[in-house]
């Protein structure tokens, strides 16, 4: 079993940075993939960015691309997510996923973190 531990999370003005981290208790091949997906109430679980552990084919959803960044360190297990420019719309409650699947959907993960709230105000 595969815990995730997701934190970083707070408040900050439009315009403003922060990074979350994921923090995987082991690593397996259910957990080639690493993701960041975001939620609101009221809307389905979106996409925001993949990885692998070996920084290979990782890829953004285009209402972030360029302002997100995703990153992992091996030797902590730990993935990052660099957000800077921040917009109120990135307001949400953001999760990180593993996995054995380079996806865009959320089906495919294996395993998910608790979720770190993101609040951007405008």
């Known amino acids: 079993q595969v815990e995730l531990v997701d934190s970083g999370g707070g408040l900050v003005q439009a315009g403003g940075s922060l990074t979350l981290s994921c923090v995987a208790s082991?690593?397996?091949?259910?957990?080639?993939?690493m993701a960041w997906f975001r939620q609101v109430p009221g809307k389905e679980r979106e996409f925001v960015a993949q990885?692998?552990?070996?920084?290979?084919?990782?890829n953004y959803a285009d209402s972030v691309n360029g302002r997100f960044a995703i990153s992992v360190d091996n030797a902590k297990n730990t993935m990052y997510l660099q957000m800077t420019n921040l917009k109120h719309d990135d307001t949400a409650l953001y999760y990180c996923?593993?996995?054995?699947?380079?996806?865009?959907?959320?089906?495919?993960?294996?395993?998910w973190g608790q979720g770190t709230q993101v609040t951007v105000s405008s």
């Open positions: 996923a593993a996995g054995s699947t380079l996806s865009t959907e959320d089906r495919p993960y294996y395993y």
């Open positions: 990885t692998t552990w070996n920084g290979d084919h990782s």
């Open positions: 082991t690593r397996s091949w259910r957990t080639t993939v």
